[in-house]
């Protein structure tokens, strides 16, 4: 199984609507960070999130990090198209050894 | 923009031959790691360098190596070229001091085709 599970896969939302993406770590979290990746592209880094407890936000973006549950969330609220994109989280886990583990992504749509 | 260029930004190699990937640091950055992204995955740590040394290494094999020079760029060379490394290589600095990791800005990547 996957280190580090990303859901949904993919979501579709209308423009205007509220989304969350969560990432769930099957390791203890030291860190928990959020990029956006367009098709083919390279990673935008959004938000990093040390502390258990922590949330940041940025525009209409907000990232959650519960220590407890080893689990972070995403939320998009108003989603515009251009929120479209993969979203990935990357962790600092237990035994990362100086690497960053990343969930598969979840692909996010927005309609006009 | 994150001031992390890579080049070339596509390539296409015949399996069995060897390719060498290109990465500039952001200005003042002394970390590089390399990830490979294959597709509808998410990107996969190969290794990274501190100071011109490899201080990290993910599961890939010995044929996966590289490079960091003095001003920080590098180099990811991959012998012996399979079918299945295929992928997006995308390159990230930081300014970290080797150990815990620091917030990483990514390139845009290369993408490679393997036949």
């Known amino acids: 199984s996957q280190e580090l599970e990303q859901s949904p896969q993919s979501l579709i939302v209308q423009e205007g609507k509220n989304l969350t993406i969560n990432c769930t770590s099957s390791?203890?979290?030291?860190?928990l960070y959020w990029y956006k990746q367009k098709y083919g592209e390279g990673l935008i880094f959004l938000m990093m999130?040390?502390?258990?407890?922590e949330e940041k936000s940025h525009e209409k973006i907000t990232a959650k990090l519960d220590e407890k549950k080893q689990q972070s969330s995403l939320h998009i609220t108003a989603s515009q198209p251009s929120h479209a994109g993969i979203y990935l989280c990357?962790?600092?886990?237990?035994?990362?050894?100086?690497?960053?583990?990343f969930g598969k992504g979840t692909l996010l749509t927005v309609n006009p | 923009e994150t001031g992390v260029t890579q080049s070339p930004t596509h390539l296409i190699k015949t399996r069995g031959q060897q390719v060498t990937l290109r990465c500039s640091s952001q200005?003042?950055?002394?970390?590089v790691s390399w990830y490979q992204q294959a597709l509808g995955q998410g990107p996969q740590f190969i290794f990274q360098?501190?100071?011109?040394?490899?201080?990290g290494r993910g599961n890939f094999p010995p044929r996966f190596s590289g490079l960091q020079f003095p001003n920080y760029s590098s180099e990811l060379n991959v012998n012996a070229l399979e079918l299945n490394d295929s992928a997006l290589y995308l390159c990230?600095?930081?300014?970290?001091?080797?150990?815990?990791?620091?917030?990483?800005?990514f390139g845009s990547g290369t993408q490679l085709s393997v036949l």
């Open positions: 360098y501190y100071r011109e040394e490899e201080n």
């Open positions: 990357g962790a600092d886990m237990q035994g990362s050894n100086y690497k960053l583990t």
């Open positions: 200005s003042g950055h002394n970390t």
């Open positions: 999130l040390q502390k258990g407890g």
């Open positions: 390791k203890t979290l030291y860190g």
């Open positions: 990230a600095s930081s300014s970290g001091t080797g150990g815990a990791i620091e917030k990483l800005f």
